[in-house]
């Protein structure tokens, strides 16, 4: 698989965008609307006329059409052609590079095997649900074995459980076919999970590239660090497995508990908006619950940014303005502090960041 | 009026036919044929052919003498199918309209179909046919009779002219509208510039072209009865005017229904086909 490479690339909000992506990463695109991510991956799919140059493995591609370039695009509103089966719409790429009947219906059976749509390719694609398009959507796009595979933000129409089964899905795929990719999202879960490396974005411009650790935890700028939301950073002294996929680390004087396998947990993050505040005393069991002090206090937009001292540790927490009345914040005053489980990113090596 | 009020009348006797409810939906029926179903659209047609029945009998009606009762015109009409006078004209007017209106959807939706493809082609051509779409189709006879001359071609030429204009713009309006994600995925998957026309772009524009064959399938027929009217000796507009020549308004009357009956069963079949075509994959 190729790798590609951007150099000096400008189209509409893009100015000038330097970016290579290597042979057979899994690269994602993470901004916010009108970054210009789309617009990157019109450019490198050879979809839209463009200043700068996009190579593959060296090669300029800027005169090869679409059609040559074997790049499949697969766009955010999926596109299945509405008149064709989900069979027809799987090997419509085949079938327009002019592979034998036979030989499409191994590739488009094999497809269907590995995207579990055995039931569905009778189908048109109004008879099918948002998951199930989805699923079709990648098979057709991976058919005709591109040398880069582009999404455009293909799960963000979909429920919250069916993207995340999904994501689990394109990453399988892009390990099992080794596929250059490139994923546009604005969603930051997202890009941690699936990316190899992330280059965020700002008005047409990359502000960083890195491995989404990287990126969540050493963020280069101001923007990049707005973005990802100030995430809180723990080294942690100690990591004593519990079992179950949990772990308790020690950060100075909290006993942290975090999902993780293994007992080798080095470092941990969370961003402020996971940062649950209560100005009594917390409900329920207190697994990850605290006494903090507040230190500072700052208002940002709908938002209040609280400065807390916990255990030996400064945290930032994020409350809405609406409900840092009720919890009646103020400076040196206390309040209970909640850190949300499954929200704590773990890290097993101390040079991230 | 409702059914209570009909009383005897016929739409009373229909009332009170078994398998039948009116103003009502009935249930589905089984099997292979279908039922007619009779819902309150009918309730005005059967008003119409009772006041055309007894009104012309009336010698107070103004006009009385001039107007033939429902029966007698019904009659005269089983009277022309079986002499082969209907039939005849018919068939010559069928010949026409088929061969016109074909070659007009053809040429237009080909030429539709480039103007909407390419926008250079729609450049060149749009200012002309922008000029000539507005003159209506049987304004074109006089210079059509100097022209072509008073024979066959005359109507088919007036029903091509008739057909060609708005399914070219149907067609190329459906072109055009087809949303470019369609063609930016079938480019990327590998398809050459005719392939993506051949296999998403016209496919994908097929409801559009329909609605201008179904619109246009109708209209021919308006405009064959124009054409022969003025020019022509054979077909259904040329026998309605021998008819209207002789006082004979029965025979006008069944003309008239003739062209009503067929521009209602072309507008359907092209319906028909179009849900043939479509409903599998519009869902």
């Given at each position: 698989?190729?790798?590609?490479?951007?150099?000096?690339?400008?189209?509409?909000?893009?100015?000038?965008?330097?970016?290579?992506?290597?042979?057979?990463?899994f690269l994602v695109l993470l901004g916010p609307n009108g970054s210009g991510k789309t617009t990157l991956l019109t450019v490198i799919a050879g979809l839209a006329g463009h200043q700068g140059s996009v190579?593959?493995?060296?090669?300029?591609?800027?005169?090869?059409?679409?059609s040559k370039r074997r790049v499949s695009y697969l766009p955010q509103d999926l596109v299945?052609?509405?008149?064709?089966?989900?069979?027809?719409?799987?090997?419509?790429?085949?079938?327009?590079?002019?592979?034998?009947?036979?030989?499409?219906?191994?590739?488009?059976?094999?497809?269907?095997q590995l995207m579990h749509l055995d039931d569905l390719m009778a189908r048109y694609p109004s008879q099918l649900s948002g998951g199930e398009k989805q699923r079709v959507a990648i098979a057709r796009a991976i058919a005709p074995s591109p040398r880069v595979l582009l999404l455009d933000e293909p799960l963000s129409s979909l429920d919250l459980q069916t993207a995340k089964r999904l994501r689990t899905e394109i990453r399988r795929l892009h390990d099992l076919t080794g596929i250059t990719s490139v994923y546009v999202t604005h969603n930051l879960e997202e890009a941690e999970e699936l990316g190899d490396r992330v280059a965020v974005l700002h008005s047409g411009s990359v502000q960083q590239v890195g491995p989404p650790a990287t990126v969540f935890c050493s963020p280069l700028n101001e923007y990049v660090a707005d973005f990802i939301g100030s995430p809180n950073i723990l080294d942690c002294d100690y990591c004593r497995p519990l079992g179950h996929g949990v772990v308790e680390v020690g950060c100075k004087e909290l006993a942290i508990v975090v999902p993780h396998e293994g007992d080798s947990v080095k470092r941990i993050a969370f961003l402020p908006s996971d940062v649950?505040?209560?100005?009594?005393p917390l409900p329920g069991p207190r697994v990850n619950g605290f006494e903090g002090e507040v230190i500072d206090l700052q208002e940002r937009r709908d938002l209040v940014r609280v400065s807390l001292l916990c255990g030996g540790n400064v945290l930032l927490a994020e409350v809405p303005k609406a409900l840092s009345g009720e919890i009646e914040l103020e400076k040196g005053g206390r309040v209970s502090v909640m850190l949300k489980l499954r929200r704590i990113r773990t890290y097993e090596d101390y040079r991230i960041g | 009026m409702n059914i209570s009020e009909a009383g005897t009348s016929e739409i009373g006797e229909l009332s009170r036919a078994p398998s039948v409810e009116v103003g009502r939906r009935s249930r589905p029926v089984s099997g292979r044929l279908r039922r007619p179903r009779l819902t309150w659209g009918l309730l005005p047609i059967a008003i119409l052919v009772i006041a055309w029945e007894v009104l012309p009998r009336i010698p107070a009606f103004p006009g009385y003498g001039f107007f033939p009762p429902f029966s007698e015109t019904v009659r005269e009409g089983f009277r022309l199918i079986q002499n082969g006078v209907l039939l005849e004209n018919f068939a010559s007017?069928?010949?026409?309209?088929?061969?016109?209106?074909?070659?007009?959807?053809?040429?237009?939706?080909?030429l539709g179909i480039l103007m909407g493809w390419r926008a250079k082609v729609k450049e060149l051509l749009h200012p002309l046919i922008s000029l000539f779409y507005p003159i209506p189709a049987i304004g074109w006879i006089p210079l059509l009779m100097l022209w072509v001359g008073i024979n066959d071609l005359l109507p088919i030429v007036v029903i091509f002219i008739c057909s060609f204009f708005p399914v070219l713009?149907?067609?190329?309006?459906?072109?055009k509208n087809v949303d470019p994600s369609y063609i930016r995925v079938a480019r990327s998957l590998g398809a050459s510039e005719r392939q993506v026309l051949f296999t998403v772009v016209i496919p994908l524009a097929l409801p559009s072209i329909f609605t201008g064959l179904r619109l246009e399938a109708g209209m021919a027929w308006r405009v064959l009865a124009a054409a022969e009217m003025i020019a022509i000796p054979t077909g259904i507009g040329a026998l309605m005017v021998k008819a209207q020549s002789l006082v004979r308004m029965d025979i006008i009357i069944v003309c008239l229904a003739v062209l009503s009956i067929m521009c209602f069963l072309s507008e359907k079949l092209f319906t028909y086909l179009e849900r043939k075509v479509l409903a599998k994959w519009q869902g």
């Open positions: 698989m190729p790798s590609v490479e951007l150099k000096g690339v400008s189209r509409h909000v893009c100015k000038e965008v330097d970016l290579r992506v290597n042979d057979g990463e190579f593959f493995d060296g090669v300029c591609m800027d005169k090869v059409p679409a299945l052609f509405p008149h064709m089966t989900v069979r027809k719409n799987i090997g419509y790429g085949l079938k327009m590079r002019g592979d034998e009947d036979a030989a499409i219906q191994d590739r488009v059976q094999e497809l269907v649950y505040l209560s100005a009594g | 007017s069928l010949v026409r309209v088929l061969a016109g209106f074909f070659a007009g959807t053809a040429v237009g939706i080909g713009y149907t067609t190329s309006s459906g072109v």
